[in-house]
């Protein structure tokens, strides 16, 4: 599994004249940028790489699994990420 650190290193060794720490400023600028926009209720979308949307529950009966007895979930949002068609493609 790929991570943060991961990333960084790829963008370093991908981005000529470029050091670690602006790969890890501009990757932190990205991950704020899409996190602002849900936040906001926006949709983010990266041609070729797919969209970020925010998905919204309801707010719903369901059982406390220990006791058995109903409970109210609250309702909550997600964010939500639907693959662009070319990486569907570049992954099958």
Same mark, same amino acid.
């Given at each position: ?15 000529? *004249? ?43 009966? *369901? ?30």
């Amino acid at each position: 599994m790929a991570g943060k650190a991961d990333i960084v290193d790829h963008i370093v060794s991908s981005v000529e *004249g470029l050091n670690k720490k602006q790969a890890s400023e501009a990757l932190e600028a990205l991950i704020g940028y899409v996190s602002d926009q849900l936040v906001g209720g926006e949709r983010v979308q990266i041609a070729g790489f797919g969209t970020f949307t925010v998905s919204e529950r309801g707010e719903r009966q *369901g059982r406390n699994p220990q006791t058995g007895e109903p409970m109210t979930i609250a309702a909550s949002k997600n964010a939500r990420f639907k693959a662009a068609k070319a990486l569907k493609d570049a992954l099958n």
